[in-house]
């Protein structure tokens, strides 16, 4: 179906407003907008041109799941991963953008025996000691930032116990992990300083772990880059594919968690009664962390790239094209979530939202995310059940959506 060129420029004036980094924290409404007037459409911003949006949850969950539209190289390109340097090297290289399914296949493969639930409830006991022990450095006199403190280093220093990296290099591993999250998830205003840039931070990574992994070779032990790379050989996996997956493991393991994390911490403050749900032990804590992923996810973005034609809405998106699903948006879609606005613990098809994504791409973490969050509040709730959030200013990105500040009152 021809998309009316009168509808498809308007909503690409609601599309850069949402790009726009000073709307971060504002963009419901302005996904409502677009969802209403163009469910499936394609952009001719220059970012985007050629791209088709998509803001429904019936067209994004068709879409995250047709067999027709993959994640690879192609994809990419919306998040300007498009020339070869160091940087996008290396995420091309990363199981979820393989060209070749068969790659993709292997390299999960290889990594998933680190995140059945069997392995993951050995790492429960471990994560309980880390969410305390950063609990305990909190300062409840004055407003503290609850992010840069205690949702930021959670996930990555869980991650790092699962790769093996001694806690004594964490200093010098948070000290790139900020920056390097940053430069990954911007997708406007890249020049040549910025490109640069992030080949620099992807290049610290890569030797970073080139160095752990020599060392784990010659002397193993109970960890993830021990088992994985003395069986990478066997699986066919390269050096560079494996340094590669490391990273990505990392940034996949930290910033949606610590961002969801936040989020939950602004919504219940927001949301008194939702929290003294909570408190009360009216909801059970992993219903509420469903609805609060829901109601603000961390995920904003998913691209797939069509090798078949596919017909979402009327409109058909031919094969060759890349698209956009906006997770946000269809996670407030009322076609599928009744007051979609609304946080509501009580609510019984949250769990039907994808906040880790679906399909053959999944998050394969997403099982040791949610009990990061779930034992995170719960520990957090137990410790400042009238905490305040007293500021905050939210990163600005709309691949990834969390606080980069959030300054909070922990009363007593």
Aim: with cysteine; glycine share 6%; aromatic share 8%.
């Amino acid at each position: 179906m021809a998309f009316d060129p009168a509808i498809a420029a308007k909503a690409d004036t609601i599309l850069a407003r949402i790009l726009d980094p000073e709307t971060d924290g504002q963009r419901y409404p302005l996904y409502a907008e677009l969802r209403e007037l163009a469910p499936v459409y394609r952009s001719s911003l220059p970012l985007l041109d050629g791209c088709y949006i998509i803001s429904g949850f019936d067209n994004c969950q068709t879409a995250m799941l047709a067999k027709e539209a993959v994640q690879n190289s192609v994809s990419l390109e919306s998040m300007n991963i498009r020339y070869e340097g160091v940087h996008d090297d290396m995420v091309r290289r990363w199981m979820n953008f393989r060209d070749e399914l068969a790659d993709h296949d292997r390299l999960r493969k290889l990594f998933f025996p680190y995140f059945t639930p069997k392995a993951l409830a050995e790492v429960r006991s471990e994560v309980g000691l880390l969410i305390s022990s950063l609990l305990d450095s909190l300062d409840t006199g004055e407003p503290v930032d609850v992010f840069s403190k205690f949702c930021f280093p959670l996930p990555s220093m869980v991650i790092a116990r699962m790769l093996g990296i001694p806690m004594d290099d964490m200093d010098h591993f948070h000290a790139v992990m900020d920056e390097m999250v940053g430069a990954m998830a911007r997708v406007q205003d890249l020049d040549a300083a910025a490109l640069a840039s992030r080949d620099e931070k992807a290049s610290t990574f890569l030797n970073f772990f080139r160095g752990y992994l020599e060392r784990r070779r010659a002397e193993p032990a109970n960890d993830l880059i021990s088992k994985s790379g003395l069986a990478a050989p066997a699986a066919g996996v390269s050096d560079e594919d494996l340094l590669a997956q490391y990273v990505f493991v990392l940034i996949a393991g930290h910033s949606t968690t610590a961002d969801s994390i936040g989020n939950a911490l602004i919504a219940l403050d927001r949301n008194p009664e939702q929290k003294q749900l909570l408190l009360e032990g009216k909801v059970p804590m992993k219903q509420a962390v469903a609805e609060l992923m829901r109601w603000d996810s961390s995920i904003g973005t998913v691209n797939r790239y069509f090798i078949e034609d596919k017909t979402l809405s009327g409109v058909t998106i031919p094969a060759g094209s890349r698209s956009m699903m906006l997770f946000q948006s269809a996670h407030r879609d009322p076609a599928k979530f009744e007051n979609p606005d609304e946080l509501d613990l009580t609510r019984n098809n949250a769990g039907d939202s994808f906040p880790f994504g679906g399909g053959r791409y999944f998050c394969l973490g997403q099982a040791l995310a949610k009990i990061e969050v779930e034992d995170a509040l719960t520990a957090f709730l137990a410790r400042y059940p009238n905490y305040r959030v007293a500021d905050l200013e939210w990163q600005g990105m709309l691949v990834s959506h969390g606080p980069k500040r959030l300054m909070v009152e922990l009363g007593a």
